[in-house]
């Protein structure tokens, strides 16, 4: 809920406690806002917390996404990368909606009402607005008609090119990870060269198992992860009831895990 999930992150760890997970990662979008409360439930949830954050990075016009694990939450560097990416969605989330107003009923004030405080803003925001004026009828369905990069309404965001954001989740002794890099439904296919700038910035992991990629994409994956050295991970991207995803439905190997407990800077939250 301190981004576009709909549970708190208490909830969180409740929830992965009911679905038989031992671990957990809790990362929102541009934010460290929930670490806090996540690591306070931990010993109730008798599941181990992994701290990160999802960083949108964007090249070449393509929106990528880094899981950044384990890093200082009090780096400079990176608090001000976040500051600025949540600063600009704020704003790219009003001229959003400044553009769709024109041709459905929906005001800021409706938004605002479907973001808890604080939350980094996004889209899916907007989509529960739309949803409760009536206009569709689930998050999917304006992510098809009306919110998708290709939209006239759309608008884009400030976000750091994906190398310098591994520079940077390493220079704060955290671990980058690259999330669903194949995810078809996420626009043309992200370049093997854009992955070896990630790799030589520092790149530790890779996202195989995804539910936004089918047998090809994970066979490719599973190629590029091998090609480059890279650990295999695997994510649900729970979003609470704000996507189909239910968490445990992906996960990462214990060795896997043990390599990344092993290299950030901030520990693993134990029960
Ligand atoms: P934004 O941060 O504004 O670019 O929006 C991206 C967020 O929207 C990510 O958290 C995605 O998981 C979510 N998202 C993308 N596509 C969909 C969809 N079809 N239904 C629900 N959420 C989506």
Redesign the pocket.
Known sequence: MCS?GTDTPAQLLAQARRAGLNVVGLTD?DTTAGWQDAAAAVPTAGVALVRGAEI?CRHAGK?IHLLGYLFDPADAELTQMFARARAD?HTRAERLVANLAADYALTWQDVVEHTAPGATI???HI?DALVARGHFAS??EC??EVLHPASPYYVSHWAPAPADAVAAVRRAGGVPVLAHPFAASRGPRLARETIADMVAAGLFGLEVNHRDHDAAAQALAAEVADEFGLAVFGGS?Y?GT??PNQLGENWTAPDVFARLAAEGRVEVVQP
């Open positions: 576009d979008h949108s929106s969605r996004g889209r899916p989509a998050r999917e992510f098809a991207d979003h704000g996507k």
